[in-house]
């Protein structure tokens, strides 16, 4: 079925359909990966948003469901130069077309996907639709102007508190921010025991679960949009380590003061480099952000200093806080294509272990005081 993608600014990509055949809006960014489409797909981080793929040929090795990032798709619409219907490969259980219209989700193909990421990066991300037909342009506005992406931290968050590995250590309080599951497999493998919490948990509650560790993962959308998470933050500061991935880096810096800013049309895909200013050395990193934190006032302050640079912007990608047990990034070190990132993931389980130490240490002292 033929249908368009209508952006924001009035131009118009003809294409045909596969997947979900229905109308939607969102948010059309792009994503320079050319591989990993089925973690694209899977990724809460896309909620709400129109992804488009820079490489020209996806669904090459199909679909299997043991590489999923969440149990369910997120993002409105695929958006793809050309699909591929016979994939080739031994984990393959479905095709591109078949999981799109599984899920829901709508896919549109023959697009000019370079033509439309060069829009992008020149114009800004911005919203569009995918309308079946020729649409006019009042209806054209009235799905444009019906997009509400505040609510999708709230849509990606788990539901309920709940534990796994019962019996590991460090004890991690994983609050959910639309996580990627492949955060929480690196924990376990690292043998945690991790609690999980919606976004809007009060501090007292993870108080109650005593934990070595306080982790905020990643998510979808606008960090203003999760207050009552930022107020969590700053009740736990001090009390426990803290540290925080992608989104988490955003919510953990608004605790302590700083400013988070949009991207002009964002960081996603598995390409972007990192400079470690502590080293000097440059990683490769996957990275799925549209906001970023604004270190300059805590630096100026000696509140925080940046940890990591993108090389690309020179937008902050880390921060190291002056005098407490916080620290956090921004980019995905959990990522297959994240270099040396399990280092990171290593130091996050140490720093945690260590303060199970102090506390095991200090509870023994009053016992024999």
Not at 234 to 257: D, S, T, V
Request: with cysteine; net charge negative.
């Amino acid at each position: 079925m033929k249908a368009q993608l209508i952006l924001e600014n009035g131009m118009r990509f003809s294409g045909t359909l596969f997947g979900a055949e229905k109308n939607i809006v969102g948010e059309v960014v792009f994503t320079t990966g050319m591989t990993g489409y089925q973690e694209t797909l899977t990724d809460p981080s896309f909620a709400g948003q129109i992804v488009t793929m820079t490489f020209p040929l996806i669904g090459n090795y199909g679909i299997n469901l043991e590489d999923m990032e969440a149990k369910h798709t997120n993002l409105k619409a695929f958006v793809v130069r050309e699909k591929c219907d016979f994939p080739s490969n031994f984990r393959n259980e479905m095709n591109l077309d078949d999981f799109l219209r599984q899920q829901g989700v709508v896919g549109i193909e023959g697009i000019d996907t370079r033509a439309l990421t060069r829009v992008i990066r020149e114009a800004g991300t911005m919203k569009g639709v995918i309308m079946q037909g020729e649409p006019s342009d009042e209806e054209v506005n009235v799905l444009m102007n019906s997009l509400d992406n505040s609510h999708v931290i709230m849509d990606t968050t788990a539901e309920q508190v709940y534990t796994l590995n019962e019996t590991g250590r460090p004890h991690v309080a994983f609050i959910d921010m639309g996580a990627k599951q492949g955060i929480i497999r690196d924990l376990l493998k690292r043998g945690c025991k991790i609690t999980v919490f919606p976004a809007n948990i009060p501090a007292s509650v993870i108080e109650e679960a005593n934990p070595d560790l306080v982790f905020l993962s990643n998510g979808p959308g606008d960090p203003l949009d999760a207050p009552g998470t930022v107020d969590t933050v700053k009740q736990l500061i001090g009390k426990y380590p803290i540290c925080g991935i992608c989104m988490g880096h955003q919510i953990i810096g608004l605790a302590l003061g700083c400013e988070t800013k949009k991207l002009k049309f964002g960081h996603h895909g598995g390409n972007h480099p990192v400079k470690d200013l502590t080293t000097g050395r440059v990683y490769i990193s996957s990275q799925n952000h549209g906001y970023v934190v604004d270190a300059k006032d805590l630096e100026e302050k000696n509140i925080a200093h940046p940890a990591f640079v993108n090389v690309n912007d020179g937008t902050n990608e880390g921060m190291s806080y002056v005098g407490k047990n916080i620290f956090t990034v921004q980019f995905h070190p959990e990522a297959v294509l994240t270099e040396y990132g399990h280092e990171l993931l290593e130091n996050f389980c140490k720093i945690a272990e260590e303060f199970h130490q102090e506390r095991e240490e200090e509870l023994a002292e009053e016992k024999t005081a």
